[in-house]
C-alpha cells in the first residue's frame, strides 16, 4: 500500500544492537513494499513519567496480557505518540514494545522476534553479573506466561527465529540482509567470530573456542583468530592474550572486516531467534561452521556444517581451512541461498500483504 505510514515502535537502547538490527530490518521492508515508516523510540521519546507511577496496570500483569519491562515507558505519551502519527498499522518491537491498548484504535504487529523466556532463561545460566542473572530468572517465567496468551483482536504476531515462530504459533518474518559487494583485499585472519563481546551467549561462544583452540592449533599450527565486535569484555580480552587472537572493537566496516578472513564461526551454545552474524557472513561471501543453536533461527537448507563438540568443530574448521575449493563452494551456496531466502525484496510482499489486510 503506497503512501501508508506504519509506526515502529521499539525501546530505542543505543546498547540493543540486535533490537536496532531487527528494526532496520523491519523498516527496508515496509519501505521496499511502499510505506512511510515512522520510528517511535520508546526511550526516548515516550519515558516515564511521575505520573504514570500511578497508572501501572498491575491486572494486565497478572493476567500476562504484558511483561514488566512495559513498566519503563510512558503508554499515555505512546498513544498520543500515535494519535498525531495516524499510522496505518504498528509494529511492537518484543514484547517489552507492546500493551494491548495500543490496538485499541489501529492493527498491530507483534514482532516478537524470539521466545524472550528462553533468551531470559539462557542469560540466567551464563556464568558471571550475579544481579542480572537473578532478574532474570524472574522475567523468565513472566515472558513465558505472556508468550502463552492468546492475543487480542487486531493483533498478529511474527518471529525472526525459525523454530521460535514455529513454537509461538507466529508467521516466521526473518531479518532481512542485503547482497554485499565482495571487496578485493588480503586475507589476514583464518577464522572470525563476531559480534558483540560483552554480550553473555557471545562471551561463552569465546569460553567454548578457548577450549577446543589448542587442539585445533595442534592439529594445524599457526591457525589465527579475529575477535570482532563492540565492547571486548574483560574475559574475552584474557582469553585472546592467551590464546594469541587478534582482537578488533568497534571495527568500522563489516564488509572491509570479513573481507579478511577466511572462514566464520558462530559456536553459540544459547541463542535465541535468529542470527544476524551468520545470514551476514553469507551475505559477505563467507563459509561458516556453526553450532546447533546458532543453525536454530533459519529455515531448513541453510549450507554450512554443524559441530557441536570440540572435536567436530576442529575437524570442521580445519577440513574447511586446508580445502579451499570446498569452502569456496559452501561460501558460493550460502550467498545464494541468503538472496533468495532473507532479501528485502523476498519480504516486500509480505509487508504489503500486511498492510493491504491493515486497511480493510
Not at 145 to 153: G, I, L, T, V
Not at 285 to 296: E, F, N
Amino acid at each position: 500500500m503506497i503512501g501508508c505510514t506504519v509506526a515502529i515502535v521499539h525501546l530505542g537502547r543505543a546498547e540493543g544492537l540486535g533490537a536496532l538490527r531487527r528494526v532496520r530490518s523491519m523498516r527496508e521492508v515496509f519501505e521496499a513494499a511502499g510505506a512511510v515508516v515512522v520510528e517511535v523510540p520508546l526511550q526516548l521519546e515516550c519515558p516515564v513519567r511521575p505520573g504514570d507511577l500511578l497508572r501501572v496496570d498491575l491486572a494486565r500483569l497478572v493476567r500476562a496480557d504484558i511483561v514488566p519491562e512495559t513498566f519503563a515507558w510512558s503508554r499515555a505519551s505512546v498513544l498520543a505518540r500515535l494519535d498525531t502519527i495516524d499510522p496505518a498499522l504498528v509494529v511492537c518491537n518484543t514484547a517489552r514494545a507492546f500493551h494491548p491498548d495500543l490496538a485499541r484504535d489501529r492493527p498491530v504487529v507483534l514482532d516478537l522476534v524470539d521466545r524472550l523466556s528462553v533468551s531470559y532463561h539462557d542469560r540466567a545460566r551464563v556464568p558471571g553479573g550475579g544481579v542480572r542473572r537473578a532478574v532474570y530468572r524472574v522475567l523468565a517465567p513472566l515472558a513465558r506466561r505472556f508468550e502463552q496468551r492468546p492475543r487480542p483482536a487486531g493483533v498478529t504476531t511474527v518471529a525472526a527465529g525459525w523454530e521460535d515462530a514455529a513454537a509461538l504459533n507466529a508467521t516466521w518474518v526473518p531479518n532481512t540482509v542485503r547482497i554485499a559487494e565482495l571487496p578485493d583485499r588480503p586475507v589476514t585472519d583464518d577464522v572470525v567470530f563476531f559480534g558483540n563481546l560483552s554480550y553473555p551467549p557471545n562471551v561463552e561462544a569465546v569460553e567454548v573456542i578457548s577450549r577446543f583452540w589448542p587442539r585445533l592449533t595442534a592439529r594445524r599450527p599457526g591457525t589465527s583468530l579475529l575477535l570482532a565486535g563492540a565492547h571486548p569484555s574483560t574475559r574475552v580480552v584474557a582469553l585472546a592474550r592467551r590464546h594469541g587472537w587478534r582482537v578488533w572493537a568497534d571495527f568500522p566496516d563489516l564488509a572491509a572486516m570479513l573481507a579478511g578472513v577466511r572462514l566464520a564461526i558462530a559456536p553459540l551454545e544459547h541463542a535465541s531467534g535468529i542470527q544476524s552474524k551468520v545470514i551476514e557472513a553469507a551475505a559477505h561471501g563467507l563459509a561458516q561452521v556453526l553450532s546447533p543453536a546458532a543453525l536454530a533461527g533459519l529455515a531448513p537448507g541453510f549450507p554450512a556444517p554443524v559441530a557441536s563438540d570440540e572435536q567436530s568443530w576442529v575437524e570442521a574448521i580445519t577440513g574447511l581451512l586446508e580445502d579451499p575449493g570446498r569452502r569456496a563452494e559452501l561460501a558460493s551456496a550460502a550467498r545464494a541461498h541468503v538472496a533468495t531466502t532473507y532479501s528485502v525484496d523476498r519480504w516486500a510482499g509480505w509487508a504489503a500483504e500486511t498492510l493491504a489486510a491493515s486497511t480493510r
